[in-house]
């Protein structure tokens, strides 16, 4: 029986894309089911707020055609010494993923929301405060879509699904991160398994009030002194009047 | 006497003495280290651990926390009917109602408040069907005290 000789590169090759063929299997089919979209901001310029302004985020959860279990999304990742939580709003209707739209044939049924309103700031153990937007769960799979009803429970609106309001309180920069980084919300697939959402972000930068401390410093550092030297000549030319 | 020698030095060289007290050494020691068997990691030995495949010792906050002292750790044990079995029904009476809120039996990671996180270690077992396992031989029987 002739033997066939395999030439060194060709076994090389051979050899790996074997390994290819065994390893493909064993990676994730999907590495996000969900991200978390901002569809809009208003209010002030978030990158060149005032102390005082405010801003308003609309939030909205996309998926694709993965199956949720699970899903907890919270606004965390801010700095309270720059930003502050004011207000916020979520779903008007009591659940997500079309829970009152008609599902198109390929839909899943919904996932209900255990957050109620108005949106609320919370803190798990040692952590930073987050606003807790949504957490829902269900034995039965669960799928977004863009048919699903916003904060004015219309079908097929596209609406925001959560709306939340910042105020700048101090000068800084930071960013509100919309997503399930925070303690104890994920994206749960099936059989329990874990993995995270992609994030919606919002860089914030608060810039300093620059009128008032340059009042203060013409104040501080100019009239002041100004002041000062022109009560002392006075002093002085009061004395000399005083001793001529 | 070359024959006492060879009775002697029968076992690798060694008297026999030294060699049956060598044998007892590594018997001990292999026992001790099956006793100390830890598979999750968690610095409990499997043998007292109330949740062999999650980690819940004490660098965690449900640190071998057991609520209804049924054997099975609190972070492995979604049968919150201790009806043995894991299913819809311990979903919709024990888990659901919950939610969002502080939890007891169905704060599974201890953390003070039942999220999705801890739906996916119930989810886990509600997959499997069964709670646990648990490494405490009386686990299903109320009370378990290890």
Known sequence: ?244 | MHSQESLDTATFGLPASLFLLALLVVLLASSQASAQLDGDGDLVPDSFDNCLEIANGPNEPSNQVDTDLDGYGNPCDGDYDNSLIVDASDYATGFFPTLAGPGTLTDHDGNGIVTVTDFSLFLRQFSSGVPGPSGLACAGTIPCLP
Do not use: C, K
């Open chain 1, 1 to 244: 029986m002739p033997t066939v000789e395999i030439s060194p590169s060709r076994r090389l090759r051979r050899t790996a894309l074997t390994l290819v063929a065994l390893v493909l299997p064993l990676l994730p089919a999907a590495a996000q089911a969900v991200t978390l979209q901002v569809i809009g901001v208003s209010g002030a310029n978030p990158a060149a707020m005032s102390v005082g302004e405010t801003i308003t985020i609309d939030v909205r959860v996309v998926a694709d055609a993965d199956a949720v279990y699970g899903l907890g999304v919270s606004a965390y990742g801010y700095d309270e010494a720059v930003v502050d939580y004011v207000d916020g709003s979520g779903l008007a209707v009591a659940s997500i993923f079309h829970a009152v739209a008609i599902p198109p044939a390929t839909a899943l049924i919904g996932l209900d929301n255990a957050i109620g309103n108005p949106l609320l700031e919370s803190v798990i153990g040692g952590n930073d405060p987050r606003v807790w937007l949504f957490t829902g769960t269900s034995l039965s799979p669960a799928n977004a879509q863009p048919l699903d009803p916003g904060l004015d429970g219309v079908v097929g609106g596209g609406d925001a699904q959560f709306r939340v309001t910042f105020q700048a309180v101090a000068p800084g920069a930071t960013q509100i991160v919309f997503g399930t980084g925070y303690e104890g919300d994920a994206v749960v697939l099936a059989d329990g398994v874990q993995i995270q959402a992609v994030s919606g972000i919002v860089a914030v930068s608060v810039l300093g009030t620059t009128a008032v401390p340059s009042l203060q410093g013409i104040l501080l550092y100019g009239l002041l002194p100004a002041l000062l030297v022109g009560a002392a000549l006075a002093a002085v030319r009061r004395h000399g009047e005083l001793g001529g």
